[in-house]
């Protein structure tokens, strides 16, 4: 490749967001991002909704990165788009824009898993945010999953510990609703938990062996708590939130650092780097700040906008493949499941 500079639009549609960004090399050009609010009033992501969404969003959500990056279409090296997981609906609008767009310009389309671009997007060139080295453990904590990896090279990963059920974002979510906020929740959660007592309240931790997590019967635990004090005092929740919120956001925080802490002494490895929606949670970021002293880790946390779903993080995974010609053709489907 040389010190030819490669110019790569990356699209981004596995979920309710539609983002478009252009990165030169490693750098971020620009990541643009159109988020879907009419899900709200449903309490949650309407797949059909969406993907209509996604089809109104995604030529201008386009036109704008390539606006802001100062990037003609001609000079595009390659177009790289989320091919799973996700809703289905979703990522197919995405994979026919993508398939289009590299088909019209003439350049290579790329493929990429969403999970391994929120483990990547930590070697996205920022300012002030330093790029572990290999091997790290990863955990990605979001809506729809949680994982630990095992991170040897950027495509060699071994997922070690996974979710049995409920993912981590779901259990902040639901445990919201319970508390009759609106969605998306878990960052209500994070918010009240800031001004409460993280003890005022015992959750007991799903007992699950090796590395895997468990969030349902916590979820179970959550709504009968409430319902049995509601029962008492119709304004328990009112009177009580932030000391609510502080104990159940403490209670999922001890169930994720007692795996990472099983994994480091399991694998030896002490670079940690953490990723997707949840990691944005001020208590997760804290105290994995802590575990740096506490334990002598190295954590990795990356740029905030980088954390939930976006196409830089895409972009980043695209520039590594198109520097090994890992390309696709445009039998390529989209994959609503897919393994690391």
């Not at 609010?37 to 089809?55: K, M």
């Not at 003439?106 to 790029?131: R, S, T």
């Not at 993280?198 to 699950?208: H, L, N």
């Amino acid at each position: 490749m040389g010190d030819t500079p490669v110019y790569i639009l990356a699209i981004e549609s596995s979920c309710d967001d539609t983002a478009a960004a252009i990165l030169h090399n490693s750098q971020v050009l620009s990541n643009v991002v159109a988020r879907q609010s009419v899900h709200e009033q449903y309490g949650g992501v309407v797949p059909e909704l969406a993907s209509r969404a996604h089809q109104q969003n995604i030529v201008p959500v386009v036109d704008v990165a390539l606006q802001k990056a100062g990037v003609e279409k001609q000079q595009l090296s390659a177009v790289a788009f989320t091919q799973g997981p996700g809703l289905m609906g979703s990522l197919l609008v995405g994979s026919s824009f993508a398939k289009s767009a590299a088909m019209a310009l003439g350049v290579p389309l790329i493929a990429v898993n969403h999970m391994q671009a929120h483990i990547l997007a930590h070697f996205i060139d920022e300012d002030g945010f330093d790029k572990p080295t290999f091997p790290f453990l990863a955990m990605t904590i979001s809506g729809g999953h949680t994982q630990i990896v095992r991170v040897d090279s950027y495509f060699s990963m071994e997922v070690i510990g996974e979710t049995t059920d409920d993912a981590v974002g779901e259990a902040f979510d639901k445990s919201a609703k319970i508390l009759g906020l609106p969605y998306p929740g878990g960052p209500l959660v994070d918010k009240y938990a800031q001004l409460g007592n993280p003890k005022a309240y015992a959750f007991t931790k799903p007992q699950v062996p090796g590395l895997n997590f468990s969030f349902s019967g916590l979820k179970t635990q959550i709504l009968y708590f409430v319902q049995r004090q509601l029962a008492t005092d119709p304004d328990f929740i009112q009177n009580n939130m932030n000391d609510i919120c502080a104990s159940i956001q403490y209670t999922i925080i001890n169930i994720l650092m007692d795996k990472l802490k099983m994994a480091v002494k399991e694998t030896g490895i002490t670079q940690v780097a953490i990723g997707g929606g949840v990691s944005a949670n001020s208590g997760i970021r804290n105290t994995l700040k802590e575990a740096e002293k506490k334990y002598g880790w190295k954590t990795y946390i990356p740029k905030f906008e980088y954390t939930t779903d976006n196409a830089a993080m895409i972009g980043i995974v695209g520039y590594h493949k198109f520097l090994e010609g890992q390309f696709n053709d445009s039998s390529v489907t989209s994959k609503a499941r897919i393994e690391l």
